[in-house]
């Protein structure tokens, strides 16, 4: 069935370092995308979004890019901080938008000093 | 302003019991969400809601139950727990013009 899916399970980075995280998406009529950052014992926290429209967006420190030739959109993250380790998923809507989103599994990152 | 937030935060039960997880929103978002969050299955929608009194199924109903006499919030029940309910359930709203969901902190339960 139509899924989305992450690339890489765990990611390791140097504090300072930029940090890209990749998902995959299958369904060809997804129309909205969404980050969403989850720290150890805490809820999803909405990091960044971005529309079918557009192939790239940036925010503070992070930047979403959208490749709908390949179904690939990457998560950014510049000069990264140990605060930013946590799992981050991408989730993306169908084409239709009944307001429900489908989630990749995550991938981990961590921060190291 | 709180937000979304969820009650209990920790919940012990035993098979059979009935069990109810509370969720509150104060952003008065017309749709709401539960989902639960387990290992090796990441986030998955058990039921939804686009208004008061309108609710549907989503990928994982079965055992669970919903209602939404009010549009801040959103119980979920647990009619009759079983084991392969513990899990980490989290609630989540949405103002319905740009789709992004916000979470509230979860829940975690265990069924022993």
């Known amino acids: 069935g139509e899924s989305v899916g992450l690339h890489l399970p765990t990611l390791s980075v140097q504090e300072g370092d930029n940090s890209i995280i990749n998902c995959a998406y299958s369904n060809s009529a997804s129309d909205y995308f969404i980050w969403y950052k989850q720290e150890s014992g805490k809820g999803p926290q909405f990091i960044i979004d971005i529309r079918s429209n557009m192939d790239k967006r940036q925010g503070q420190r992070v930047t979403v890019l959208l490749n709908k030739t390949v179904k690939h959109l990457s998560l950014q993250i510049a000069a990264t901080q140990p605060g930013d380790s946590a799992v981050y998923f991408c989730?993306?809507?169908?084409?239709?938008?009944?307001?429900?989103?489908?989630f990749g599994k995550g991938t981990l990152l961590t921060v190291n000093p | 302003d709180a937000g979304i937030t969820q009650s209990p935060r920790y919940k012990i039960t035993e098979t059979g019991r009935q069990v109810t997880l509370m969720c509150h929103q104060t952003w008065s978002h017309s749709y709401m969400f539960w989902y639960r969050q387990d290992l090796g299955h990441g986030l998955r929608l058990i039921y939804y809601?686009?208004?008061?009194?309108?609710?549907d199924k989503g990928e994982v109903p079965d055992g669970y139950v919903v209602s939404r006499s009010k549009t801040e919030n959103f119980p979920l029940t647990l009619e009759s727990a079983t084991r392969s309910q513990t899990s980490v359930y989290f609630c989540?709203?949405?103002?319905?013009?740009?789709?992004?969901?916000?979470f509230g902190p979860g829940t975690r339960l265990t069924v022993l």
């Open positions: 989540a709203s949405d103002g319905g013009s740009s789709d992004t969901q916000y």
């Open positions: 809601s686009a208004a008061a009194d309108i609710t």
């Open positions: 989730a993306e809507t169908g084409g239709g938008s009944n307001y429900k989103l489908t």
